[in-house]
């Protein structure tokens, strides 16, 4: 069996060196790197040095070197299939079946690098040329200076629809299918299925090229100048070279920086991380147009153990910490969290540089509050607790949060610090008889555990392995899993339904409806069509849309959607409810959409987890999850109150 460069690679960057090697050398920390007692030689003093930056190990003793895969064939006798094998499964990909086949794929992979850096220089190019005066000057009234136009290889895209194309089509070996891969291109189909032209995605547009890890340009984002475009922000559709949720915005750029000063800084936008290189700051990164995932969040712990989150201070940006503060809680391990720098209402780390300097920025860096603090912050903001109600409510929720933590040293830690704050809070008279871990587990566990009663075995622990088998097994007979699929589809359709309803939507909620992550292949088509169509189309009718999605091959999808029964109750979706009551309804379903979703790839989570480790305080967990996950499904009731009862007309 073969494998490919690039899947060779993927397993390189998600496996640091310390963590195989450290199965068979005791490691100590010393600033970047670990040292220990070289494997391969008998030696009394450290020479042995592993770099997870670097991804190789190396003993100045012996002058043995290599990465994760060399090391397990020399230490275990292993070939290199069994190897890879082996370590495929412990980065969480599936092996590839490797065939003339993926061979071409690897081959076609390479000259769409080829593609996508062609795009960058042109763009680069249009940018310093009469067609890019509009880009240069905005980038200038930005405050950048030329040498930070070059570093990050800013550039421009002509209004033209298809300027990038005819350029690039004019040299040998650019395809018109390569670009339309590349994500560079939109193709369409006509009424009858015939492929009309396609045409340039990104036009009129300042373009900020996006890399990978080795610095190859993979997408773009593109921002718009005209006050008129539908979408502020464009970025390249996913592609064979770009996954937006793996990578990180200048990933290549800061990794050397971020090693040097064992620090890493994540801010929300493009701009925002070229403002802070060009003050000095260089170790700063950005996700890509989405939250922080956990994939994410793994490559930020690879470039420093508590990368700093600077996020903007208005309502978005506390959100975005504190739903990036939650979704850390289940990766945390010893030595690895996250810090969250609060920047003042209304700044981002663009405008507090530009208006206040580089100085007072590095000042508010070294302010950053630990993910503790923002935890305690985000569960007892505007909370009330004068009554026993409201602090059993305020348990509760800091007992949920903590039951999110997998490690158990570090939810005990967690457990400690909150019962600390909650005797401050609540003052002398506050005695807690239990402990807010205790809690989070006993509740789910007492209660299930009643339910499925059964003669005790001798054996504590087959009797825990037991119940465990029984809660799985409860989950797959009930269909929990699967239903909670079939409940996202179900949300899936709601949001798709009301923007067909309701186009306009789409000038004002574009990201929202775009950045959704749908779980149904064909309905995220569907949803990438209606964002394509609008994007081409200044004002979007009802009518028209649904007479484009019908003639590209969308009718018996739209046929579902408007003849599911189970959303006659949702009132705001339907073609005449108000403006004020689609909106409102819109957010309640995007919100508990996001909730809905986040806890159902937490339980998936809980249960592979449960299938390796049965414990009492995994399952516990893994019940906690379950009866919020049926709670949050309860909620969903049909909003009513939204437009008018009857007269509902038929979307055609």
């Known amino acids: 069996m073969g494998f490919t460069p690039d899947f060779l690679d993927e397993i390189r960057n998600r496996i640091p060196v310390s963590d195989i090697v450290g199965r068979r050398v005791k490691l100590a920390r010393k600033g970047r790197e670990s040292t220990g007692l070289c494997p391969f030689h008998n030696e009394k003093t450290p020479s042995f040095t592993v770099n997870d930056d670097k991804g190789f190990y190396h003993c100045f003793g012996c002058g043995a070197h290599g990465d994760i895969i060399k090391f397990i064939m020399e230490t275990e006798g292993l070939s290199f299939p069994e190897t890879v094998e082996r370590l495929t499964g412990q980065a969480g990909l599936a092996m590839p079946e490797y065939s003339p086949e993926d061979k071409k794929r690897t081959d076609q992979r390479k000259s769409l690098y080829d593609v996508m850096e062609m795009a960058a220089k042109y763009f680069e190019t249009q940018l310093v040329a009469q067609t890019g005066s509009e880009g240069l000057g905005y980038f200038t009234r930005r405050g950048l200076v030329r040498d930070t136009l070059k570093k990050f290889r800013l550039g421009y895209s002509p209004e033209g629809r298809t300027a990038l194309k005819d350029s690039l089509m004019s040299r040998e070996g650019i395809t018109e299918d390569m670009m339309v891969e590349a994500g560079l291109l939109i193709r369409v189909e006509d009424e009858t299925g015939a492929t009309l032209p396609s045409y340039d995605r990104f036009r009129g547009r300042v373009m900020f090229p996006i890399t990978d890890r080795q610095g190859r340009v993979v997408a773009f984002g593109g921002r718009a100048l005209?006050?008129?475009?539908?979408?502020?922000?464009?970025?390249?559709?996913?592609?064979?070279?770009?996954?937006?949720?793996?990578?990180?915005?200048?990933?290549?750029?800061?990794?050397k920086s971020s090693y040097d000063k064992g620090r890493v800084l994540v801010a929300e936008g493009y701009m925002d991380v070229i403002v802070m290189a060009q003050a000095g700051f260089t170790n700063a990164v950005a996700p890509l147009g989405t939250a922080v995932t956990e994939e994410q969040i793994a490559e930020l712990w690879r470039l420093a153990p508590e990368p700093l989150m600077c996020f903007d201070g208005d309502k978005a940006g506390i959100r975005a910490s504190y739903k990036v503060a939650e979704r850390a809680l289940p990766l945390l391990k010893a030595g690895h969290s996250l810090r969250f720098v609060h920047l003042p209402e209304g700044e981002d780390p663009d405008s507090f540089i530009s208006g206040q300097g580089a100085k007072a920025f590095h000042e508010l860096l070294d302010?950053?509050?630990?993910?503790?603090?923002?935890?305690?912050?985000?569960?007892?903001?505007?909370?009330?607790?004068?009554?026993?109600?409201?602090?059993?409510?305020?348990e509760q929720s800091l007992s949920e949060t903590l039951s999110e933590i997998r490690n158990k040293?570090?939810?005990?830690?967690y457990d400690k610090a909150f019962q600390e704050r909650l005797s401050k809070l609540l003052g002398p008279a506050f005695v807690a008889d239990h402990?807010?871990?205790?809690?989070?587990?006993?509740?789910a566990y007492k209660k299930n555990h009643t339910?499925?009663?059964?003669?005790?075995?001798?054996?504590?622990?087959?009797a825990k392995r037991f119940e465990a088998d029984i809660g799985i097994k409860k989950l797959k007979d009930?269909?929990?899993?699967?239903?909670?699929?079939?409940?996202?589809?179900?949300?899936?359709?709601?949001?798709?339904?009301?923007?067909?309803?309701?186009?306009?939507?789409l000038k004002e909620h574009h990201e929202e409806f775009a950045t959704a992550d749908f779980e149904s292949g064909e309905l995220d088509k569907l949803r990438c069509e209606i964002i394509d169509v609008s994007l081409r189309e200044s004002n979007l009718e009802r009518k028209s849309l649904h007479r484009h999605l019908c003639e590209i091959g969308y009718g018996k999808a739209l046929e579902v959607i408007f003849e599911q029964g189970e959303f006659k109750a949702e009132w705001f979706a339907w073609p005449e409810a108000a403006p004020?009551?689609?909106?409102?309804?819109?957010?309640?379903?995007?919100?508990?959409y996001r909730r809905v979703s986040d806890l159902e790839k937490d339980l998936k989570a809980a249960e592979m987890e449960l299938a390796e480790n049965m414990t009492e305080e995994v399952y516990a967990r893994f019940l906690a999850l379950k009866t919020a996950l049926e709670n949050a499904k309860g909620n969903e009731a049909s909003i009513d109150g939204y437009g008018i009862a009857s007269g509902r007309e038929k979307f055609t």
């Open 226 to 255: 005209s006050e008129k475009a539908k979408a502020k922000y464009l970025n390249s559709p996913e592609t064979p070279l770009f996954h937006k949720g793996r990578l990180l915005y200048n990933l290549s750029g800061a990794r």
């Open 367 to 394: 302010q950053g509050q630990p993910l503790v603090d923002t935890l305690w912050e985000m569960k007892t903001r505007n909370v009330a607790a004068d009554t026993p109600e409201q602090r059993a409510g305020l």
């Open 409 to 413: 040293t570090i939810r005990g830690y």
């Open 435 to 443: 402990s807010l871990e205790n809690l989070a587990q006993n509740q």
């Open 451 to 462: 339910e499925y009663s059964h003669k005790p075995y001798p054996d504590k622990h087959k």
């Open 478 to 505: 009930t269909g929990i899993l699967k239903a909670a699929a079939a409940a996202g589809i179900k949300r899936e359709r709601l949001l798709i339904l009301t923007v067909l309803n309701h186009p306009w939507m």
């Open 580 to 592: 004020e009551d689609v909106e409102q309804g819109w957010f309640h379903v995007v919100n508990r």
